[in-house]
């Protein structure tokens, strides 16, 4: 199965360890899938003619990730300092570096349509294209902590799999992700951190419950747990087998610094 993950890469900057890890939800997504070597994978997005942009695309390839059609730019890549306390993060000062002048060109856009699905984020900045990227194959779309319900629902007819990230799962989150299935969605997503997840497919919403475990970062979790759910359905699995296994991986991903497993990099921020 050909899938691409097209938008952003970040560097993630632990300033208080001195350490720095490749991640962004599409490199997170991509890795996590490379893991099973079920499906031809391709990145497009921008890299970075710098330190980071070469580890990147060491790491992609080392994992046989296609970078052919990445967009290579001179500047500096995208970078995010991590605040960390008792294993949970929060976002400090940042830069978007080659994501602000990235674009996508005509022969990108004709890549993604040929693919059997294709995933992308909010942050990548791409969502008022999603309609040209929606063709023959399905897509996954993480609109994370968006809260712009009238955005949500007028790109949802060209999302197969959207995800959303809330505290809580209350009449307000079930009645925005039946307005959204009704809008052409397949299976909305729901992710509520140690809360667990929902999915709702229009007859009925499958709930789990995450394990309470010890935590050493949450960075990268959502991803794991997105990527590995769409995998899950791609290849014919239940909706809550599916569930069970992305908590899983998500889970895992929680036992490690970084949103998948690598060696760390020097801090340069």
Not at 28 to 43: R, W
Not at 115 to 120: E, M, S, V, Y
């Amino acid at each position: 199965m050909k899938i691409a993950a097209v938008g952003e890469n970040i560097i993630d900057d632990y300033h208080q360890r001195e350490e720095a890890y490749i991640g962004g939800g599409c490199i997170n997504f991509l890795m996590t899938l490379a893991e099973e070597s079920k499906h031809q994978l391709s990145y497009i997005g921008p890299i970075a003619l710098d330190y980071y942009g070469e580890s990147i695309t060491q790491a992609l390839t080392e994992k046989e990730i296609n970078v052919e059609y990445a967009t290579y730019l001179e500047g500096k890549s995208p970078l995010v300092k991590i605040e960390m306390h008792k294993g949970e993060k929060s976002y400090g000062q940042s830069r978007r570096g080659v994501l602000e002048a990235f674009r996508l060109t005509d022969q990108q856009i004709t890549l993604i349509q040929e693919q059997d699905h294709i995933h992308a984020t909010i942050i990548g900045g791409l969502l008022p294209l999603i309609n040209k990227m929606k063709s023959r194959g399905t897509v996954s779309f993480d609109y994370s902590r968006l809260q712009n319900e009238r955005l949500i629902l007028n790109t949802a007819s060209f999302i197969d799999f959207p995800c959303l990230s809330r505290d809580e799962f209350t009449q307000k989150e079930r009645t925005l992700m039946e307005e959204i299935h009704k809008e052409g969605s397949k299976e909305v997503i729901l992710l509520l951190g140690d809360k667990g997840s929902v999915v709702y497919d229009g007859e009925k919403f499958t709930k789990i419950k995450s394990e309470k475990l010890s935590v050493i970062d949450t960075l990268g979790a959502g991803d794991a747990y997105i990527s590995q759910y769409i995998s899950c359905r791609l290849t014919g699995v239940g909706i809550k087998s599916a569930m069970e296994t992305a908590t899983a991986k998500a889970i895992g991903v929680c036992q490690h610094f970084g949103g998948f497993p690598q060696k760390p990099m020097n801090s340069t921020f």
